[in-house]
T-cell receptor, first 116, second 112 residues
Framework: GAVVSQHPSRVICKSGTSVKIECRSL??????MFWYRQFPKQSLMLMAT?????????EQGVEKDKFLINHASLTLSTLTVTSAHPEDSSFYIC????????????FGPGTRLTVT | GQNIDQPTEMTATEGAIVQINCTYQ??????LFWYQQHAGEAPTFLSY????GLEEKGRFSSFLSRSKGYSYLLLKELQMKDSASYLC?????????????FGTGTRLTVIP
């Protein structure tokens, strides 16, 4: 099956710094990638959708200047959390879809971000 | 918008059958997914329903009624390893883009 990787799997950073999370589709080209955030014991919340070569579409309540998303190639999307605060500590999960009309969405293993 | 509801927690006995319900109110419905998620891991795909009826896959079955905005996941012959969160997710067409929105998730605990 299709494989999506994320790096790093865990990261600890200090308040005010920025951290970048990478999401890669390893054996397919992802026209669309999604970024989710999951707080403890809660479900996944869609943050934004990114299509290769275009600007990301952010969900209501998600600050686009704080969560920078880049989808520069068909196999890589990055999420940069800028000026991180402790409340940004969460589990960030990306997923990728191969074709825009395909229902199959493959999830990465997630990145645990802790802001101290 | 979307409103997807599931029970927060359920407990069932090993070897038994458990049904996890999901109700939704959405626009632009294109299908409903069930995912399994163990703590600290990414969700893994279980099932996809787009037409009314029951889809069976081994010990897991999923049912959908589009007119009622209702789905359930049925787990048979429960095993201890089935203890996990089960996420109901609706695939919606919003302004031409198909996105997946998740319910609150149901934490299932299987006891001996």
């Amino acid at each position: 099956g299709a494989v999506v990787s994320q790096h790093p799997s865990r990261v600890i950073c200090k308040s005010g710094t920025s951290v970048k999370i990478e999401c890669r589709s390893l054996d397919f080209q992802a026209t669309t990638m999604f970024w989710y955030r999951q707080f403890p014991k809660q479900s996944l919340m869609l943050m934004a959708t990114s299509n290769e070569g275009s600007k990301a579409t952010y969900e209501q309540g998600v600050e686009k200047d704080k969560f920078l998303i880049n989808h520069a190639s068909l196999t890589l999307s990055t999420l940069t959390v800028t000026s991180a605060h402790p409340e940004d500590s969460s589990f960030y999960i990306c997923s990728a879809r191969e074709r825009r009309t395909s229902y199959e969405q493959y999830f990465g293993p997630g990145t645990r971000l802790t802001v101290t | 918008g979307q409103n997807i509801d599931q029970p927060t927690e359920m407990t069932a006995t090993e070897g038994a059958i458990v049904q996890i319900n999901c109700t939704y109110q959405t626009s632009g419905f294109n299908g409903l997914f069930w995912y399994q998620q163990h703590a600290g891991e990414a969700p893994t795909f279980l099932s996809y329903n787009v037409l009314d009826g029951l889809e069976e896959k081994g010990r897991f079955s999923s049912f959908l009624s589009r007119s009622k905005g209702y789905s359930y996941l049925l787990l048979k012959e429960l095993q201890m390893k089935d203890s996990a969160s089960y996420l109901c997710a609706v695939w919606m067409d919003q302004t031409g883009a198909n996105n997946l929105f998740f319910g609150t998730g149901t934490r299932l605990t299987v006891i001996p």
